[in-house]
């Protein structure tokens, strides 16, 4: 039976935090894809990580995120139908909570 997948967006503030982030997928095996966004009402362009991951993986990928995204830019994480706006640690850990508490 084919492992179930998750896509994962998430906004950065600069194509550093986006690289490191996506650094961080790629050591698990998920690599995304790095996409630079134009804002068009003139602000500074944001950086968006998508990647897909199976969902076996993704409480290894929250972990990593969680250890990493105080010092990164990171503006919002989407995984599926949950959004987190300008996420803490906190925010990823309980996130991997409810991914896990899904899976039971």
């Known amino acids: 039976m084919p492992d179930t997948t998750q896509a994962l967006v998430i ?3 600069d194509e550093a935090s986006a690289a490191r982030l996506n650094a961080e997928f790629s050591a ?5 894809r790095i996409l630079k966004r134009d804002n ?20 290894k990928i929250l972990d ?6 105080e ?5 919002s994480i989407k995984i599926g139908d949950k959004e987190i706006r300008n996420p803490t640690a906190a925010d990823i850990r309980a996130l991997r909570k409810s991914f ?3 899976d039971d």
């Open 71 to 75: 010092a990164l830019k990171v503006r």
């Open 28 to 32: 698990q095996q998920s690599p995304g």
């Open 40 to 59: 068009l009402d003139g602000s500074a362009a944001t950086w968006m990580v998508v990647a897909t991951t199976a969902l076996t993986v993704l409480p």
């Open 64 to 69: 990593s995120l969680a250890k990493v995204i």
């Open 100 to 102: 896990e508490q899904a």
């Open 11 to 13: 906004v950065a503030e």
